[in-house]
């Protein structure tokens, strides 16, 4: 296997590295105290190529591919895992409407979300009552003259305050997977309302909220891909998210092992630095193995990808290890850092809480097992 990155690739990385670097780790504890959705930095991203990386160029993207968008999210992630997540998200909305888009759906939203004109893209998929079980979603799309009437609500969209449109699933048939269709939302949608923003333990600096559609109007092309196939629609594109969750969590757990190994050098205790101790420095060594192997993991899923092979194993894989592993990371420079990562003066605090939701959303741990398992067991 070559691991071998191309000139392209490694172009990608730095310029995310050092975005991330000067723009975003500075305040990044900053926004997540005082909730700033930081739509500036946001602007700036998408006119650096990173809201489409895997966009083709006629559409604004930089048509880098999926390795080069891992890459860049782990980069990102390492300096801000908020902004990250506004950053996966609307990546993904990009290339589920390329993917499954009329050439017209297509002009209409995603070069404006590669440019920036939109400031985000949600993916409005989640219900209070349908989290993992996707099936059992209740908001509905009904044919009304020429277009359509939405009926629902949506909990926890990422970005849902600020997109400038949303993928919204909604039930046009029976019950099942195969009454489920994929519209296209511009935020301006009259009958969409937008809840308060969820007061959440970590991610502070990104928007997550409610999407609440009553009777609100769709025109007769707001409805992605064939009715009746949103359910698979949803299915392609968690695949690809997974991907981008688990490249997040790797960043995050990739800025907790830098700040332990920090602080581990510069903390002495019993008369020598705190590195020193082989308790200490097996904690490292076991977190940087688990970094390597996550790292490993997410591209091989990331290649497949790419390739037009199928990932969802390999996807699944990725997620549920590099999510697991980056809490352990996490938990072990928490540790390091002793007393000190308890206060808000070092960004292990930010870190562990930021960390924590990433073994949930895109497909729970659970949710990935079960995946694993059936295609091991042949179901």
């Excluded at 990932?311 to 290890?321: G, I, N, Q, V």
Aim: net charge negative.
């Amino acid at each position: 296997m070559d691991f071998e990155l191309s000139e392209e690739q490694k172009l990608i990385q730095q310029t995310a590295r050092d975005f991330g670097t000067k723009e975003l780790e500075p305040e990044a504890s900053k926004r997540e105290h005082e909730h700033i959705f930081p739509q500036d930095k946001l602007k700036q991203m998408a006119e650096l190529g990173l809201m489409g990386v895997n966009v083709e160029e006629k559409w604004g993207g930089v048509e880098a591919g999926v390795v080069a968008y891992a890459l860049a999210m782990m980069e990102i992630s390492r300096a801000c895992a908020s902004t990250a997540v506004t950053m996966a998200v609307t990546n993904m909305v990009a290339e589920v409407i390329c993917k499954f888009g009329t050439p017209e759906q297509i002009q209409q939203h995603v070069p404006r979300i590669t440019s920036g004109e939109y400031v985000a893209g949600a993916f409005a998929l989640t219900e209070p009552s349908a989290g993992s079980d996707a099936t059992a979603l209740k908001a509905t799309a009904k044919q009304d003259g020429d277009g359509w009437v939405l009926n629902g609500t949506k909990q926890f969209i990422t970005s849902g305050a600020y997109a400038g449109v949303s993928v919204a699933w909604a039930r046009t048939g029976g019950p099942g997977s195969k009454g489920i269709s994929a519209f296209l939302v511009p935020r301006d949608t009259p009958g969409l309302t937008i809840g308060p923003e969820e007061n959440k333990m970590g991610l502070m600096g990104s928007n997550t909220v409610s999407m609440i559609f009553e009777d609100a109007r769709l025109p007769k092309d707001a409805l992605l891909g064939e009715e009746g196939r949103g359910f698979s629609i949803a299915m392609v594109a968690l695949d690809g998210g997974r991907i981008g969750v688990s490249s997040q969590a790797i960043g995050i757990a990739q800025a907790a092992l830098d700040s332990a190994v920090t602080f581990a050098k510069e903390r002495t205790t019993f008369g020598k630095p705190l590195a020193g101790h082989q308790a200490i420095q097996w904690m490292i060594a076991d977190s940087a193995t688990e970094l390597d192997a996550s790292k490993m993991l997410t591209l091989r899923a990331a290649r497949l990808k790419e390739r037009g092979q199928p990932f969802t194993r390999e996807a699944s894989m990725a997620k549920l290890y590099s999510t697991e592993a980056a809490n352990r990371i996490c938990a072990r420079a928490f540790q390091i850092h002793g007393g000190y990562g308890y206060t808000k003066e070092y960004p292990i605090e930010r870190l562990v809480r930021d960390c924590r939701v990433t073994t949930i959303y895109e497909g729970t741990s659970e949710v990935q097992r079960m995946v694993i398992a059936r295609f091991l067991l042949g179901d």
